[in-house]
């Protein structure tokens, strides 16, 4: 048997974790402050309950950091102060707009923030490898179609503004499309990683452009094809434009083919002409982004450009370092606290405010990468990059949006806007960061997490060399071992 | 409360977003740039004097003229092939590299097979293993018929993959 290094001289990589509870604290600090700044701009006095929401808020951020120290103790370190420090930042923002509008959707923000954390925290202690969820590739495709297709069920879906993707079970809304958005990062990176060789290698050749085969290309074609054309039937096209840029976004990483994402871009110019003819929504949208300081477009109801323009005009009238906040006027705006919530920020916190989201949205977006290419794992790789790119998308398409860049689609800011759905899945996202990243930073003798099986190759073994530990723990590794059964 | 204060705070608060801003980037500077080597030769002779106590040289990389495989933990770092670029950290158990999903280094090479071979340390050195390979592990132009020693940067290949330790 091996004769083990001198006790600490290996050392594993520094895990961070009393930086994390620091700067976990500090985005309790920060986002409390805010709360506080809240009530002192809009009622001139600090809200009453500001300390036990102040526990609140370093209760979830401490367990959940207890629980990745305890289960996930190589995990980034700073995927969860980041998330803490936007949904904060969020609530604080939601309560603003409530004041101003006596309802009461921070407290709910609040419920569905804990869930959120919950969430994270069991897939932490439930998952102890991600590579376990390669095993349900194909369950977890079919199970994202068939939350897709729960809206339509007469009875448990509804309308809402036109775009059909939400299901009403008692008083409880949610939008199963933020879940199925993961199930279908897992969908595509157990196929791609499966197989993008023959993706890769197999293939009609056409003008100078590699196309895989249709067998190959098929269940993810009907996949993307069936979630997309539901999406677009519901009316939720900034949902499906998010699906799409996930498909070429994985695509491209799993084959390292620009063709991707030339035919990507195309498809998507073919699809935006299309969708512009056909849907008389998309057409508003568009119109109201080229000619939104019309006086036309902004008269115009329903459909016109009165949200945007009031949007913008927070935005500058907030400047560079904002009204204060609960000193602006971000109410006036229609859904302020949920697709507009960046104006309603811009106009409070001021540019100073926006670019510090910003970059704490770059920084997560950069872990997520940097968690990709640290995966040992193809699979890894593949999810962290897709669950990744999904958020900055996100951002792209909101934030594009409300600062007239492209057209405006409904979305929700990643854990800053109110909706339940979409901050449930978030944290659920940052809970499978943090697993994957565990994964990958933890040192080889650390890394056994004993829920795969060694594979078929102990049915080979045990026929050649008689029966053997294990492959992974890193126990035996002595001249012992034989034959693994050639299998190239 | 006067508007002076309020200001005051609401400055405050933009301080504080930004320290929080820039604390996650000083966290994330070691792993951008890798941990910061001691400077001057008196901190690195403290450096090697801590790196026999086991308790002490939690920061800074061993310097350059240690030896030892040991001072530190090696990684492993693919030179050529797909992957190349990728590197891992060794550590006191075996690392199995493999096409299988249960091998601590998963490889992306269709000449792999899916339990290729093994590094482990051996009384005070690492040895890579083949673990019956259809096509063999390669260290220098060599192929492996029994454990051997490697040193770091002593080139192992496997298929198209050629990989190396690094102290």
């Given at each position: 048997m091996t004769m083990p290094p001198p006790s600490g001289a290996v050392r594993g990589p520094r895990k961070h974790r009393v930086s994390e509870l620091l700067l976990i604290l500090l985005a309790v600090i920060i986002s409390a402050g805010a709360y506080a700044l809240v009530g002192v701009g809009t009622t001139d006095e600090v809200p009453a309950n500001v300390y036990s929401y102040t526990i609140w808020l370093a209760v979830l951020g401490v367990a959940l950091h207890i629980v990745v120290w305890w289960r996930a103790s190589y995990a980034d370190p700073v995927l969860v102060p980041i998330a803490v420090l936007l949904n904060g930042i969020g609530l604080a923002m939601i309560y603003r707009i409530d004041m101003a509008l006596e309802s009461s959707a921070a407290t709910s923000q609040l419920v569905w923030m804990t869930l959120g954390t919950v969430l994270a925290a069991l897939v932490i202690v439930f998952l102890?490898?991600?590579?376990?969820l390669r095993r349900y590739t194909y369950t977890s495709g079919f199970a994202a179609l068939l939350l897709l297709l729960l809206p339509l069920i007469p009875g448990l879906g509804r309308t809402v503004n036109g775009a059909r993707i939400w299901i009403f079970i008692g008083p409880m809304s949610f939008q199963p499309g933020e879940i199925a958005k993961i199930l279908l990062a897992i969908f595509f990176a157990g196929y791609l990683v499966a197989y993008r060789d023959q993706m890769v290698l197999a293939g009609p050749k056409i003008l100078g452009l590699q196309f895989p085969r249709l067998r190959d290309m098929g269940p993810i074609l009907i996949a993307w094809v069936a979630s997309v054309g539901i999406l677009v039937f519901q009316r939720d096209l900034g949902t499906s434009l998010l699906y799409f840029g996930l498909f070429v976004a994985m695509l491209y990483v799993a084959t390292a083919k620009k063709t991707w994402i030339f035919l990507g871009l195309g498809m998507f110019a073919v699809g935006a002409l299309v969708a512009t003819q056909i849907f008389s929504h998309v057409q508003q949208r568009i119109d109201g982004w080229l000619n939104a300081l019309t006086a036309e477009e902004y008269n115009k109801t329903p459909g016109g450009s009165y949200q945007l323009v009031q949007g913008l005009f927070g935005m500058s009238d907030g400047g560079l370092v904002g009204n204060g906040l609960g000193e602006g006027r971000p109410q006036v705006v229609p859904y302020a606290n949920s697709d507009f919530i960046f104006a309603s920020l811009g106009e409070e916190l001021g540019l100073i405010g926006l670019f510090a989201l910003l970059l704490l949205y770059v920084l997560l977006f950069e872990r997520g990468m940097k968690i990709a290419s640290a995966a040992r794992d193809g699979f890894g790789t593949l999810f962290a990059t897709g669950v990744s790119f999904t958020i900055a998308l996100q951002c792209f398409i909101v934030i594009g949006g409300v600062t007239r860049l492209i057209p405006l689609t409904g979305l929700t800011t990643p854990f800053l806007a109110h909706g339940g759905s979409s901050l449930v899945a978030n944290w659920i996202i940052i809970g499978l960061l943090l697993r994957i990243s565990d994964n990958a930073r933890r040192p080889q003798d650390e890394f056994a997490t004993g829920v795969l099986p060694t594979l078929a190759v102990d049915e080979d073994e045990s026929s050649s060399t008689?029966?053997?530990?294990?492959?992974?723990?890193?126990?035996g590794a002595g001249p012992d071992h034989a034959s693994e059964g050639g299998r190239a | 409360m006067s508007e002076f204060t309020v200001t005051v705070l609401r400055f405050a608060l933009f301080a504080l977003l930004w320290l929080f801003v820039f604390l996650i980037a000083a966290v994330l500077r070691q792993d951008l740039f890798g941990p910061r080597v001691a400077r001057s030769r008196r901190d690195r002779r403290r450096g090697r004097a801590a790196s026999e106590a086991p308790a002490a040289a939690a920061h800074g990389s061993p310097p350059p003229d240690q030896q030892s495989a040991f001072s530190s933990s090696p990684t492993l770092v693919v030179?050529?092939?797909?992957?190349?670029?990728f590197s891992l950290l060794m550590s006191a158990g075996q690392l199995t590299i493999g096409r299988a999903d249960d091998c601590g280094f998963v490889i992306e090479d269709d000449f792999a097979s899916s339990h290729h071979a093994r590094i482990y340390p051996q009384a005070g050195a690492w040895v890579v293993e083949d673990a019956g390979s259809t096509n063999g592990t390669y260290v220098g132009s060599a192929r492996l018929t029994q454990p051997t020693r490697i040193e770091p940067g002593m080139p192992i290949t496997i298929g198209h993959t050629t990989m190396e330790l690094r102290a």
């Open positions: 102890r490898d991600h590579r376990l008689g029966t053997r530990p294990d492959t992974v723990t890193g126990g | 030179t050529s092939g797909r992957q190349n670029g």
